[in-house]
Every structure is written in C-alpha cells, then in structure tokens.
C-alpha cells in the first residue's frame, strides 16, 4: 500500500484487494493517457483517473499482446497550480522503477530540491530527453501529507518584514554567487551564518523555537523527496474525495519564498487554518515540469 493515499481522501483502505477495483477503474476509464514509446519499441503508458478536485490515482505500466495493460506500479496524486520555480532542473530515472525524480538547486532556499516527477510522458516525449536531461523550465510543485497541524503566525512589523525579504534577496544573490566560484559571496555566507548561530543560541534560552524560525523546508527521512516544512498559508480550500466523500484540505503555501500546494486529509490536519497561519508537518513533494 502506498502511505500517501490517505492524503487524497483512501484513509479507510488499508489491503492492497480494497484498491484494486479502483486501480481497475483507471485502467479501463483514464481520464489522462499518455504513451510514450522509446527507440527500441518499448511503450511506457501513464493513466489518471481524478477522484476529486486536482486529486486522483496514476498507474503506470505498458500494454501486451491483445493490448492487455500490464501495471508496473501506481501512486496518488495531487495537481499544484502553483508557479514554484523556473531554476534549471535535472531529471533523472529511478533504479527500481520507470518512474523519474526531478532535481533544482533554487537559491532560496539553500539546499538541493528533490521531487517526484508527475507528468513522466511529457517528459519523455520532450526534446529535452533525447539530448540531455538538464534543461530550463517551469516547476510546479504539489505535496501530500499525512501529518500536519496549524501553528500562529509569527506577529512582524512592516519594517521587520521589509528587513526579512531583503535579507532574504541578498542571501539568495550571495548563494548564487558563492555558486560561481565568487571568494568574497563565500566568505558573506560563512560570516552570516555564524551571525545567525550566535543569534538563535542566544534567543532558544528566551523564546520558542516556533516564534524565532518563520519558514523552513528541510530533508525529512530517508526518501530524498519527502521534506519538514514550516509555510505560510496563501489560500484555504476544501475538496471532495468523489467515491470515499472524504473531505480534504488543499493549502498554498510559502515557504522560503518557494510557493507550493499542500493536500491533506481533513482527519490528518490539527487545527483550523486560515490564511496568514502557519503549516508545519511532513509532506511527499511532487512536480509538474513545463518545457
């Protein structure tokens, strides 16, 4: 069982037999295929069945003889409609299976963005693929969670605020700076992040760590995709898991600047959100490139 489909409203299967009839309807009534066949002859087919608002199941596999579909694997999905970057990404195959992860060091925030790639056909058929896999293009990033709570905003004034985004837009010139090689970017960012050790070493003995620290997205575990963020709410939505009728929350969030959707149960959410609060919980990052 995939431990992300309660996120999209399936809390209540728990054995792989209680998913197969709806496995089986996305074989048969695919509201998105797409079938990509590479130089050898071999076909790679994606189909998607939504369940509910920008929510659904994507199996993967091929057909055989007498056009049989032959499932390689399935997960759940959510559609970001958010902007999130338009950074230069790698993307690369998994080794276990047909399925690929795309790879983006945005300077905001400071660490290497790994995510599951959703639109794999597009991909393959892209120009993009038969030449190199790096290339420029827009990343629009969705997650589900199975584990989130709402938490207050941090009160600012407008002029701490103002003071946040510039230091933010002057770390993120230095980091890419620092990228090229630049000595003196380099030397700023080690000064700085001394600064700012000393800063929480002397505010933790004070103040919660939540009321210090505003955003954050960092590695989670050991699946390179799955991240511990920390985001401000842009917008509020429900949905409707149309077969389950379980109610989900869908979140667009800001962290580190990033923007990004968040889909989660409504039973696996803490407290109520609204905008200007805060998301902090565990997320599987996913992403829709356009070329």
């Known amino acids: 069982m995939h431990s992300f489909l309660r996120a999209v409203g399936f809390s209540e299967i728990t054995k ?20 990509y066949e590479d130089k050898e002859g071999n076909h790679f087919v994606e189909l998607k069945k939504e369940f509910g608002y920008r929510i659904g199941l ?24 958010q902007i999130s970057t338009q950074e230069s990404i790698e993307i690369e195959r998994h080794a276990d299976k047909n399925s690929y992860a795309g790879i983006c060091d945005d300077s905001r925030l400071g660490i290497t963005l790994i995510y599951y790639l959703q639109n794999i056909g597009d991909f393959m058929r892209g120009s993009a693929y038969s030449t190199n896999k790096s290339c420029c293009a827009t990343t629009m990033l969705s997650a589900l969670s199975t584990n989130g709570k709402i938490i207050l905003p941090i009160v600012q004034t407008k002029e701490v ?13 230095l980091i890419s700076a620092a990228r090229e090689g630049d000595e003196e970017a380099i030397e700023s960012l080690t000064m700085e992040d001394i600064d700012v050790y000393s800063m929480l070493s002397r505010r933790v003995g004070q103040e919660d760590l939540l009321s210090i620290v505003d955003t954050s997205m960092m590695p989670y575990g050991i699946e390179s995709d799955q991240y511990a963020v920390i985001g401000e709410i842009q917008n509020v939505e429900r949905s ?21 959707d968040i889909c989660i149960n409504e039973k ?20 829709r490139v356009v070329f």
Request: with cysteine; proline share 4%; charged share 25%.
């Open 16 to 35: 792989d037999v209680d998913l197969l009839p709806y496995i089986k309807m996305t074989i048969r009534t695919p509201d998105l295929r797409s079938v």
């Open 58 to 81: 994507a199996v993967c596999g091929s057909y055989q003889k007498n056009d049989v579909f032959h499932m390689e694997y399935f997960y759940p999905y959510f559609i970001g409609n």
């Open 161 to 173: 605020k103002q003071s946040h985004e510039n230091r933010l837009k002057n770390r993120t010139n």
């Open 240 to 260: 409707k898991n149309m077969i389950t009728g379980e109610d989900v929350y869908v979140l667009a969030v800001n962290s580190k600047d990033i923007l990004y």
């Open 268 to 287: 696996d959410l803490m407290g109520e959100p609204k905008v200007g609060r805060r998301f902090k919980g565990t997320i599987w990052m996913q992403g």
